[in-house]
C-alpha cells in the first residue's frame, strides 16, 4: 500500500515540506475534495540552498511537490490561479 509520501523524489523532504504546509504557506488555493489543494512555499531553506515549491495533496490524500526558483514558481503559481478560477466557473 502506498503512503502519502511514495511516489516523490525525496520523500523526507515531501514530509517536511508536508509539515511546513500545515503552519501555513505563503499562499494556498483549492480544497482536496474538488481542484486539488494547492500551497505556495517561496524560499524554504533546505540543504544548504533556497528554493521555492508548489505543493499538493489530492483527494485520495497523496501529497507531492515541485520545486522551483522563485520567479518560477511565480509564473507557475500564476498559472494555477487561472486554472483554478476556470474551474470554479465550469462548476
Not at 25 to 40: A, I, M, T
Not at 65 to 79: D, G, I, P
Amino acid at each position: 500500500m502506498f503512503g502519502k509520501f511514495e511516489g516523490n523524489a525525496d520523500q523526507d523532504l515531501a514530509e517536511f515540506l508536508y509539515e511546513l504546509s500545515m503552519v501555513g504557506c505563503d499562499e494556498d488555493l483549492g480544497e482536496v475534495d474538488s481542484f486539488g489543494w494547492y500551497g505556495l512555499l517561496i524560499h524554504v531553506y533546505g540543504k544548504g540552498k533556497m528554493k521555492s515549491y508548489i505543493v499538493h495533496e489530492d483527494s485520495y490524500g497523496f501529497f507531492d511537490y515541485t520545486e522551483y526558483n522563485k520567479e518560477s514558481a511565480l509564473t507557475a503559481w500564476a498559472k494555477l490561479e487561472a486554472e483554478y478560477e476556470e474551474f470554479n466557473k465550469e462548476v
